[in-house]
């Protein structure tokens, strides 16, 4: 930790000779501020603070492009000072806005020996974003060297003239052998769409790609292998009124991710300001349903971020149908419910045949009526919980049961009884234990006593007390 200090010390003497504005964000929580050379000791100790924070989302925003905008940002930062700096903070994701990163800053970005996230896709207000002195030579052939995965890497937000890359070195950096857990990449154009297929070829197991369909012809998708289990795709098409072939592109897209199989994660938007055929939007939904069906391994499907002109509503029934039926599938993310289905039907059909699903909004709120699917939810959630508890200690069951029988109450009978339907065999070991006392108060009975009172008066108080004494177990 000092030498955080002693590299943040000298960065913020070097660069800030006047004041200037930076916010920190910690989960839920922002503070702002400015910072000054007087200010240096007690911004070090928070950003050291904010090192280990337990916060999820911890992030430091330095508000460069109002006062420097002539100057290299990043040529202020000594190499081995950046190093320093992420080698503190491994875990954080780094995003560049600004800058013209030399051949040795190339390097240090590229040859962390743990896996990064790294962003040089933001692009700051009057800017163009970073660039690599080289046009990202010396940054692929680190890459080109690394034996661990890099982490992620995202471009999101850059169009083809604001590329940090060449397209040379775009082509190599998406032909590597370096694994990445996550690309994020813009729509290509111009030059740079002699690359417009690469990516899906790409060594990642997540992809988060945007493509043009002028850009692609149908058939381009035949034989095109596409390895990340998580893809995430735009697809920015025409219309019917623009005599654009966009359902032709749409479903060949969809029939290789049939023929493929593998893909667990899906997020699929058609982006349009035009027209559509019905019949047209038809088809392409029946390939996505052939897709679902084809790929069991699917966990999460979204298709909340088709916008403008295309609508999945009319077609919902048909996703929600596919969806009932498949074996993984756990999340479904709509943009939001259909109003063609005021009475939630799709849904609560589909929610009695896959109990395990659960369908959100674009927000990420559940879909729902606020009370019959609540409660519809709430029984799936109970078979989910027993079922887990099947495969947990044995000895954690008969207190389920005994609670279950003792503390169960009316308003919650069917909870309860999907509880009890996947503890068959502790509730007949009960049943049998019980009935063992009654025989053996009845065996051990006078003969001129033809009902014992006792056990008259005792048996449904031992029984209590056995599924009591198994409750405390």
């Given at each position: 930790?000092v030498?955080y200090?002693?590299?943040?010390k000298?960065i913020?003497?070097?660069?800030?000779?006047?004041?200037?504005p930076?916010?920190?964000?910690?989960?839920?929580?922002?503070?702002s501020?400015?910072i000054s050379?007087?200010?240096?000791?007690?911004?070090?100790?928070?950003?050291?603070?904010?090192?280990?924070?337990?916060?999820?989302?911890?992030?430091?925003?330095?508000?460069?492009?109002?006062?420097?905008?002539?100057?290299?940002?990043?040529e202020?930062?000594?190499?081995?000072?950046?190093?320093r700096?992420?080698?503190?903070?491994?875990?954080r994701?780094?995003?560049?806005?600004?800058?013209?990163?030399?051949?040795?800053?190339s390097?240090?970005?590229?040859?962390?020996?743990?896996?990064?996230?790294?962003?040089?896709?933001?692009?700051?207000?009057?800017?163009?974003?970073?660039?690599?002195?080289?046009?990202?030579?010396a940054?692929?052939?680190?890459?080109?060297?690394?034996q661990?995965?890099?982490g992620?890497?995202?471009?999101?937000?850059?169009?083809?003239?604001?590329?940090?890359?060449?397209?040379?070195?775009?082509?190599?950096?998406?032909r590597?052998?370096?694994?990445?857990?996550?690309?994020?990449?813009?729509?290509?154009?111009?030059?740079?769409?002699?690359c417009?297929?690469?990516?899906?070829?790409a060594?990642?197991n997540?992809?988060?790609?945007?493509?043009?369909?002028?850009?692609?012809?149908?058939?381009d998708?035949?034989?095109?292998?596409?390895?990340?289990?998580d893809l995430?795709?735009?697809?920015?098409?025409?219309?019917d009124?623009?005599?654009?072939?966009w359902?032709?592109?749409?479903?060949?897209?969809?029939?290789?991710?049939?023929?493929?199989?593998h893909?667990?994660?899906?997020?699929?938007?058609?982006?349009?300001?035009?027209?559509f055929?019905?019949?047209?939007v038809?088809?392409?939904?029946?390939?996505?349903?052939?897709?679902?069906?084809?790929?069991?391994?699917?966990?999460?499907?979204?298709?909340?971020?088709?916008?403008?002109?295309?609508?999945?509503?009319?077609?919902?029934?048909?996703i929600?149908?596919?969806?009932?039926?498949?074996?993984?599938?756990?999340?479904?993310?709509?943009?939001k419910?259909?109003?063609?289905?005021?009475?939630y039907?799709?849904?609560?059909?589909?929610?009695?045949r896959?109990?395990?699903?659960?369908?959100?909004?674009?927000?990420?709120?559940?879909?729902?009526?606020?009370?019959?699917?609540?409660?519809?939810?709430?029984?799936?959630?109970?078979?989910?919980?027993?079922?887990?508890?099947?495969?947990?200690?044995?000895?954690?069951?008969?207190s389920?049961?005994?609670?279950?029988?003792?503390?169960?109450?009316?308003?919650?009978?069917?909870?309860n009884?999907?509880l009890?339907?996947?503890?068959?065999?502790?509730?007949?070991?009960f049943?049998?234990?019980i009935?063992?006392?009654?025989?053996?108060?009845?065996?051990?009975?006078?003969?001129?006593?033809?009902?014992?009172?006792?056990l008259?008066?005792?048996?449904?108080?031992?029984?209590h007390k056995?599924?009591?004494?198994?409750?405390?177990?």
């Open positions: 930790m030498q200090f002693g590299c943040a000298r913020i003497t070097r660069i800030f000779d006047i004041k200037v930076f916010s920190v964000h910690a989960g839920k929580y922002l503070l501020g400015v050379r007087g200010d240096f000791f007690r911004t070090a100790a928070l950003l050291a603070s904010l090192n280990n924070s337990d916060e999820g989302d911890v992030r430091i925003e330095i508000d460069m492009s109002n006062f420097m905008p002539d100057k290299n940002f990043a202020k930062f000594d190499p081995e000072e950046l190093a700096i992420m080698d503190a903070s491994p875990t994701r780094f995003a560049f806005s600004i800058g013209e990163w030399s051949e040795e800053h390097v240090v970005l590229a040859t962390r020996p743990y896996p990064i996230e790294l962003d040089l896709g933001e692009i700051a207000a009057a800017h163009s974003g970073i660039e690599f002195s080289d046009l990202g030579t940054f692929v052939e680190a890459l080109e060297t690394r661990s995965s890099f992620s890497l995202s471009l999101i937000d850059r169009e083809e003239y604001e590329m940090p890359f060449s397209v040379a070195n775009l082509k190599r950096l998406l590597l052998d370096c694994y990445f857990e996550k690309l994020a990449l813009p729509t290509f154009y111009d030059d740079f769409a002699e417009v297929l690469l990516p899906f070829s060594n990642t997540a992809l988060e790609y945007s493509i043009d369909s002028n850009s692609i012809e149908p058939d998708f035949k034989s095109l292998d596409i390895p990340p289990k995430s795709l735009k697809i920015y098409v025409g219309g009124d623009d005599g654009d072939n359902d032709d592109f749409s479903i060949s897209f969809l029939n290789r991710v049939t023929e493929l199989g893909f667990e994660k899906l997020n699929i938007a058609i982006i349009s300001w035009h027209q055929v019905s019949e047209k038809e088809a392409v939904t029946n390939a996505l349903v052939s897709a679902i069906k084809a790929n069991p391994r699917l966990v999460h499907l979204d298709l909340s971020n088709s916008k403008w002109s295309f609508d999945w509503n009319p077609q919902v029934q048909h929600f149908e596919a969806a009932a039926e498949h074996p993984g599938l756990r999340t479904l993310v709509v943009e419910y259909p109003p063609n289905d005021p009475n039907s799709w849904l609560r059909l589909l929610l009695s896959n109990l395990y699903i659960t369908v959100l909004d674009r927000s990420g709120n559940k879909c729902t009526d606020g009370s019959s699917i609540d409660r519809l939810y709430l029984l799936n959630k109970c078979y989910i919980d027993s079922s887990t508890l099947l495969r947990e200690s044995a000895s954690l069951r008969p389920l049961v005994a609670k279950l029988l003792i503390q169960g109450a009316p308003e919650k009978y069917k909870r009884q999907v009890l339907s996947q503890q068959m065999d502790v509730l007949c070991e049943i049998q234990a009935n063992h006392e009654d025989n053996v108060a009845l065996v051990s009975a006078p003969e001129e006593s033809e009902f014992p009172s006792s008259r008066r005792n048996s449904s108080q031992r029984a056995r599924l009591r004494s198994s409750l405390e177990y």
